[in-house]
């Protein structure tokens, strides 16, 4: 079996291209340029995909500021003390060196759809044929009054993008005094990552636990309940962090004192805490908003769910936490992957005068530690409905763990590893 045909048969087995042993019109497919936008799960992964679906034929491009991966699932250990920031990170070289996709280290500031041009923070512009746009989210600073200034002075952290915050969280945490209080705000929902800020406070607690057993782990939610699999994580928070982690639902944070670390409520009566680690509303990454990407209550990205085109931006595809997302879609790494291969698939079909895939289905795992080796985990399959011109998820499909396990948080390594390789190497 040659490469071309072992391709063709894995994509046909994805259920992504349709076509394949059809007259291709290759030409236009190899004249295109194909910019990607951000190189996290969704544009890593798609720009290896444009590739491997065209046969290497697809001239791709990433542009992207960060040297290296950082993985934002899993980061959560390293705020508990239990990983490396190392452990997460991944070399570009496999995209560039093993399938020849071209890396530009900068930042696009603006996309020009009707000029089909891009402009990047040096200064230099780059021309188009198609963009997949993948540059996850914006923090909204300006949601909780003084955070912006608290964030500058490094009172707070947010630490919602895998980096440097991450280990400074983490000695925030772990130079609390003896019996301190850390508190996580939570904004309303739609956010990165739904179970991400609880298992976050378990990771916190189960460092507690072992170096400050008198410390409090406080989760102030701006949601009426916990979002995302929570009788598990009320659970654990029971049996294994009793006294220790106490979760108030309905807190919207409007405000935080830096000078005496306080956070202010638009209801509930004011927090003061050791470690502040507040999380503002979200939205897409600046990129888009700044472009008229984000048409959606001017935070999120509005998309046809067939190939991921913007809804106002032609040839331009948004991908990952960046979009308006279907029903009980989550916002995931796992996700950001999945819209990268039906979007490589579909632009490839475009410019190569294929019919789209009309029946394009997606998976999400997403696994959260509750202490450095157990994890819980929710799954999912969506398929697309074409007559609502959006996902649904499959009937019966995925579900949740019945309880924390160490074999689970074995499948979650296992899960991480695969993924990096899957989008990276």
Excluded at 106 to 133: E, H
Excluded at 152 to 168: D, H, N
Excluded at 221 to 231: E, L, M
Excluded at 236 to 250: D, L, S
Aim: glycine share 8%.
């Amino acid at each position: 079996m040659n490469r071309r045909h072992f391709m063709g048969q894995s994509a046909a087995a994805l259920g992504l291209l349709t076509g394949l042993s059809g007259p291709a019109r290759a030409a236009n497919l190899q004249k295109a340029e194909i910019l990607v936008i951000g190189g996290g799960y969704g544009g890593a992964t798609a720009a290896k995909y444009l590739r491997l679906f065209s046969n290497n034929t697809a001239r791709v491009t990433i542009i992207e500021p960060n040297p290296e991966f950082i993985s934002c699932p899993m980061s959560n250990l390293v705020i508990g003390g239990s990983r490396k920031l190392s452990e997460l990170t991944v070399s570009y070289d496999g995209l560039s060196k093993r399938h020849g996709i071209k890396i530009v280290k900068d930042s696009v500031i603006n996309i020009d759809a009707a000029k089909q041009t891009v402009q990047l923070a040096s200064g230099k512009t780059m021309r188009f044929d198609k963009v997949v746009l993948s540059p996850g989210i914006g923090l909204m600073m300006d949601s909780v009054q003084g955070l912006a200034q608290a964030n500058q002075a490094g009172v707070t952290l947010q630490a919602w993008k895998a980096g440097p915050e991450t280990v400074a969280l983490h000695n925030q945490i772990a130079a609390m005094r003896e019996g301190g209080v850390y508190a996580i705000t939570i904004p309303e929902a739609p956010y990165r990552c739904p179970p991400g800020p609880y298992e976050r406070a378990c990771q916190v607690a189960s460092y507690l636990k072992a170096n400050n057993p008198k410390g409090k782990v406080l989760i102030l939610d701006a949601n009426q309940d916990v979002t995302s699999k929570g009788g598990l994580f009320k659970k654990v928070w029971a049996e294994q962090y009793a006294g220790m982690i106490e979760y108030r639902p309905k807190h919207n944070a409007v405000a935080v004192d830096a000078k005496t670390k306080t956070i202010k409520f638009d209801v509930q009566d004011d927090v003061k805490a050791d470690v502040l680690n507040i999380l503002p509303a979200m939205r897409a990454g600046d990129v888009a908003v700044k472009s008229g990407i984000a048409n959606s209550n001017g935070r999120w990205a509005n998309v046809n769910y067939i190939n991921f085109e913007s809804t106002a931006a032609k040839n331009v595809h948004v991908i990952g936490d960046a979009i308006q997302v279907a029903p009980l879609m989550p916002k995931s790494g796992h996700m950001a992957n999945q819209h990268a291969k039906v979007t490589a698939a579909a632009i490839v079909a475009e410019l190569s005068g294929w019919e789209v895939n009309p029946a394009p289905v997606l998976t999400n795992t997403c696994y959260s530690f509750v202490n450095a080796r157990e994890v819980v985990h929710v799954a999912s399959v969506h398929q697309y409905n074409a007559a609502e011109k959006t996902f649904r998820t499959v009937p019966g499909s995925g579900g949740l763990s019945s309880e924390p396990t160490s074999l689970e948080g074995v499948y979650a390594w296992g899960w991480a590893r695969n993924i990096w390789a899957d989008s990276l190497a």
